[in-house]
């Protein structure tokens, strides 16, 4: 989390080759090309457990769909609580080779439990084109919910419950239909 922390600290703030930038007050953080890593490792276990919890909450006789809903409010809720963190994890490029893997991508194991569980909600296979890309489409969604509500605060927004349940239903309702026809 220390090594997370000194990541946000150094977002727009450091400055040159150096790897490591004083920001005041005998801060040494990490130089931006090279905070990202670490931010996105810790944030990214911080958010699984975050909606894990979450999941986890209402699990009992909860149906798949409600799972995918409490996931998704997890998400942005964690990202609106961890503003900072948020940006450093989803808006700084990803310090990867050009071709490197899938399996290297930071947040793949979230990303699969996402797809698992919009699929056991769609009634098709985890492995299936059609829950792929409705949990693309829902990661870009809350994405889109989670940066416009950072950026542009006193914008007269819907309650974040509501307007993730219904982006969310939607993009199901919509799945569904297609793994059916």
């Known amino acids: 989390m220390a090594r997370v922390r000194q990541a946000e ?26 905070f990202a890593e670490a931010a996105v490792d810790d944030g990214e276990d911080q958010r699984l457990n975050v909606v894990e919890v979450q999941v986890h909450r209402g699990r009992g006789d909860a149906e798949p769909c409600q799972r995918v809903r409490a996931g998704c409010l997890a998400y942005c809720e964690f990202g609106l609580a961890h ?8 808006t700084a490029p990803l310090p990867l080779p050009e071709l490197a893997p899938l399996v290297q991508f930071p947040g793949l194991k979230a990303f699969q439990q996402l797809t698992g569980r919009v699929a056991e909600c769609i009634g098709a296979d985890p492995e299936a084109p059609e829950a792929l890309f409705t949990a693309q489409l829902i990661w ?30 939607r993009l199901l309702a ?8």
């Open 9 to 34: 600290l150094a977002v727009g703030q450091a400055a040159g080759p150096d790897p490591l930038t004083r920001v005041g007050a005998g801060d040494l953080v990490l130089h931006p090309d090279q």
């Open 83 to 90: 503003p900072g963190h948020y940006r450093v994890m989803f």
């Open 140 to 169: 870009q969604q809350l994405h889109g919910i989670v940066s416009l509500r950072i950026s542009r605060p006193r914008f007269p927004w819907p309650p974040l419950a509501e307007t993730v349940t219904e982006a969310v239903d």
């Open 174 to 181: 919509s799945a569904w239909s297609t793994a059916r026809s």
